[in-house]
Structures are given as C-alpha cells and as structure tokens.
Nanobody, 119 residues
Framework: VQLQASGGGLVQAGGSLRLSCAAS????????MGWYRQATGKQRDLVAE???????KYGDFVKARFTISRDNSGNTAYLQMNNLKPEDTAVYYC??????????????WGKGTLVTVSS
C-alpha cells in the first residue's frame, strides 16, 4: 500500500492550499484517513481525520479553517486549508487505516508534504 500526498507548498498568511492523499495497492477498504502535521522540534499532531462512514474529527487549532473530505471510492482524501497562518507551517503527513483483501488491517503513513506559510 502506498499513500501519495500532494498539494503542499509556500503560501502567504491568509492564503489557501488543498492537500490530496491517494492510496493505492492491496486495498479492500480504508476505515479512517486523515492528516497529521509536525513542525520542527514539535510532536506530530492530528489535523483532521474522516472515517468511511463520514465521521470527522479536527484538531483543536483548526477552528473551522480546514475541511477534510474523501472521494466516492474512499481511497483519496482531501484537506482544504483556508486562512492559513504562519503557525500552520509544518510537514503534513497523510495517514490511513487500510484493510487488505485478507482482512488484515494496518496503519500506513505517507512521506509528508511541506506546507510553509509566510507572514
């Protein structure tokens, strides 16, 4: 299973970015997909996650600025980030709880995409 993340980059404060995470490989179904972020010298924190049933959880710092969604296949997740702030600067990692056809389940992580917000 591979998680391919894209959409990071440099943006000015107040701007927007849209991250995508596409899962591929031996996938029967994906339960939870989400995004975590890690700033330099800090722990990795939950940004947002969405279950296959549509349940959503956001990190406290999101404060209605970000929106997570999934496509109909359930294998691609999107994170729309609006009103970005310099403190949102971090490496954003995609995460997915994947079940293979033999019903074995494992968590997977993408390589991370850098988001830099300039003041």
């Amino acid at each position: 299973v591979q998680l391919q993340a894209s959409g990071g980059g440099l943006v000015q404060a107040g701007g927007s970015l849209r991250l995508s995470c596409a899962a591929s490989g031996n996938i029967f179904t994906i339960n939870t997909m989400g995004w975590y972020r890690q700033a330099t010298g800090k722990q990795r924190d939950l940004v947002a996650e969405i279950t296959r049933a549509g349940g959503i959880k956001y990190g406290d710092f999101v404060k209605a600025r970000f929106t997570i969604s999934r496509d109909n296949s359930g294998n691609t997740a999107y994170l729309q980030m609006n009103n970005l702030k310099p403190e949102d600067t971090a490496v954003y990692y995609c995460h997915a709880d994947v079940f293979a056809y033999d019903m074995s389940g494992l968590p997977y992580w993408g390589k991370g995409t850098l988001v830099t917000v300039s003041s």
